[in-house]
Protein backbone atom coordinates (compact mmCIF):
# COMPACT_ATOMS: atom_id res chain seq x y z
CA UNK A 1 0.00 0.00 0.00
CA UNK A 2 2.87 2.40 0.96
CA UNK A 3 4.79 1.48 -2.38
CA UNK A 4 1.47 2.04 -4.40
CA UNK A 5 1.01 5.68 -2.77
CA UNK A 6 4.52 6.12 -3.78
CA UNK A 7 4.76 5.03 -6.97
CA UNK A 8 1.50 7.33 -7.87
CA UNK A 9 3.35 10.28 -6.41
CA UNK A 10 6.56 9.27 -9.07
CA UNK A 11 3.92 9.48 -11.91
CA UNK A 12 2.57 12.46 -11.05
CA UNK A 13 5.81 13.93 -10.75
CA UNK A 14 6.76 13.22 -13.86
CA UNK A 15 3.06 13.64 -15.60
CA UNK A 16 3.81 17.05 -14.18
CA UNK A 17 7.12 17.77 -14.99
CA UNK A 18 7.09 15.96 -18.72
CA UNK A 19 3.60 15.95 -20.00
CA UNK A 20 2.03 12.67 -21.08
CA UNK A 21 4.91 10.10 -20.05
CA UNK A 22 4.12 8.17 -23.18
CA UNK A 23 4.11 11.24 -25.27
CA UNK A 24 7.30 10.44 -27.02
CA UNK A 25 9.43 7.69 -28.15
CA UNK A 26 13.35 8.44 -28.51
CA UNK A 27 15.20 5.28 -30.52
CA UNK A 28 19.08 6.06 -31.39
CA UNK A 29 20.21 3.62 -29.41
CA UNK A 30 21.76 0.40 -30.00
CA UNK A 31 21.75 -1.81 -27.29
CA UNK A 32 20.32 -0.99 -23.70
CA UNK A 33 19.89 2.07 -22.59
CA UNK A 34 21.13 2.06 -18.69
CA UNK A 35 20.28 5.44 -17.09
CA UNK A 36 18.93 8.81 -17.63
CA UNK A 37 19.34 12.08 -16.40
CA UNK A 38 16.86 15.20 -17.43
CA UNK A 39 15.89 18.66 -17.28
CA UNK A 40 12.89 19.24 -17.52
CA UNK A 41 12.89 22.99 -17.78
CA UNK A 42 15.69 23.26 -20.18
CA UNK A 43 13.72 19.82 -22.36
CA UNK A 44 16.95 18.30 -22.34
CA UNK A 45 17.64 14.50 -21.31
CA UNK A 46 20.76 12.36 -21.54
CA UNK A 47 21.15 8.93 -22.12
CA UNK A 48 23.79 6.19 -21.62
CA UNK A 49 23.92 2.71 -23.12
CA UNK A 50 25.47 -0.97 -23.19
CA UNK A 51 26.40 0.71 -26.80
CA UNK A 52 29.19 2.75 -25.32
CA UNK A 53 27.52 6.13 -26.13
CA UNK A 54 25.68 8.83 -24.26
CA UNK A 55 23.24 10.93 -26.29
CA UNK A 56 21.58 14.21 -25.74
CA UNK A 57 17.84 14.60 -26.78
CA UNK A 58 15.34 17.35 -27.13
CA UNK A 59 12.64 16.33 -25.11
CA UNK A 60 10.34 18.56 -27.33
CA UNK A 61 10.94 16.96 -30.52
CA UNK A 62 12.85 13.59 -29.69
CA UNK A 63 15.60 14.29 -31.97
CA UNK A 64 19.29 13.37 -30.54
CA UNK A 65 21.20 16.28 -30.93
CA UNK A 66 24.56 15.42 -29.69
CA UNK A 67 26.41 11.87 -29.53
CA UNK A 68 29.00 11.60 -26.87
CA UNK A 69 31.77 8.51 -27.69
CA UNK A 70 34.89 7.54 -25.77
CA UNK A 71 33.90 5.13 -23.36
CA UNK A 72 36.05 1.47 -24.38
CA UNK A 73 32.99 -0.59 -22.88
CA UNK A 74 29.47 -0.34 -21.42
CA UNK A 75 27.98 3.37 -20.31
CA UNK A 76 26.14 2.40 -16.67
CA UNK A 77 25.63 5.76 -14.92
CA UNK A 78 25.23 9.56 -16.17
CA UNK A 79 24.84 12.57 -13.97
CA UNK A 80 24.31 16.03 -15.75
CA UNK A 81 23.66 20.09 -14.75
CA UNK A 82 22.11 21.25 -17.88
CA UNK A 83 22.38 24.83 -17.32
CA UNK A 84 26.35 24.45 -17.24
CA UNK A 85 26.15 22.46 -19.99
CA UNK A 86 27.80 19.31 -18.18
CA UNK A 87 27.51 15.73 -17.66
CA UNK A 88 29.31 12.88 -16.37
CA UNK A 89 29.22 9.48 -17.26
CA UNK A 90 30.73 6.23 -15.69
CA UNK A 91 31.20 2.67 -17.66
CA UNK A 92 32.35 -0.53 -17.28
CA UNK A 93 35.67 0.51 -18.74
CA UNK A 94 35.86 1.48 -14.93
CA UNK A 95 36.30 5.10 -15.64
CA UNK A 96 34.28 8.27 -15.77
CA UNK A 97 34.17 11.29 -18.45
CA UNK A 98 33.78 14.91 -18.29
CA UNK A 99 31.57 16.04 -21.40
CA UNK A 100 30.70 19.27 -22.73
CA UNK A 101 27.27 19.45 -23.71
CA UNK A 102 27.91 21.75 -26.11
CA UNK A 103 30.28 20.60 -28.50
CA UNK A 104 30.17 16.85 -27.11
CA UNK A 105 34.05 16.67 -26.16
CA UNK A 106 35.55 14.88 -23.71
CA UNK A 107 36.93 17.21 -21.40
CA UNK A 108 38.71 14.67 -19.26
CA UNK A 109 38.81 11.11 -17.90
CA UNK A 110 39.04 9.55 -14.65
CA UNK A 111 40.45 6.51 -13.44
CA UNK A 112 40.71 4.67 -10.52
CA UNK A 113 38.30 2.32 -9.74
CA UNK A 114 39.04 -1.55 -10.18
CA UNK A 115 35.66 -2.78 -11.45
CA UNK A 116 32.76 -1.15 -13.63
CA UNK A 117 31.16 2.19 -12.34
CA UNK A 118 27.23 1.62 -11.40
CA UNK A 119 26.68 5.38 -10.26
CA UNK A 120 28.10 8.88 -10.51
CA UNK A 121 26.36 12.43 -8.95
CA UNK A 122 28.22 15.66 -9.32
CA UNK A 123 28.40 19.03 -7.78
CA UNK A 124 29.07 21.06 -10.73
CA UNK A 125 29.33 24.13 -8.77
CA UNK A 126 31.45 23.15 -6.43
CA UNK A 127 33.56 21.28 -8.93
CA UNK A 128 33.40 17.65 -7.37
CA UNK A 129 31.53 14.42 -8.42
CA UNK A 130 31.35 11.14 -6.46
CA UNK A 131 31.18 7.47 -7.96
CA UNK A 132 30.51 4.12 -6.83
CA UNK A 133 31.70 0.91 -8.42
CA UNK A 134 31.67 -2.94 -8.36
CA UNK A 135 35.14 -3.00 -6.57
CA UNK A 136 33.00 -2.05 -3.36
CA UNK A 137 34.39 1.75 -3.02
CA UNK A 138 32.99 5.29 -3.42
CA UNK A 139 35.31 7.76 -4.69
CA UNK A 140 35.11 11.88 -4.75
CA UNK A 141 36.68 13.72 -7.62
CA UNK A 142 37.89 17.22 -8.11
CA UNK A 143 36.80 17.38 -12.06
CA UNK A 144 39.12 20.37 -12.61
CA UNK A 145 42.18 18.21 -12.14
CA UNK A 146 41.36 14.81 -12.67
CA UNK A 147 42.34 13.45 -8.99
CA UNK A 148 40.67 11.61 -6.48
CA UNK A 149 40.05 13.87 -3.49
CA UNK A 150 39.28 10.84 -1.27
Known amino acids: RDLMAFLWVLVL ?10 ARTFTGHTLNVYAVAADSQKREAISVSWDNTSKLWDLDDGRCTRNFTGHSNWVSAVAADFRLRRAISGSRDRTLKLWDLEDGRCIRSFKGHSDWVYAVAADFHKRE ?11 LWDLDNESCIR
Open 13 to 22: FIVGAFGDPL
Open 129 to 139: AISGSGDRTLK
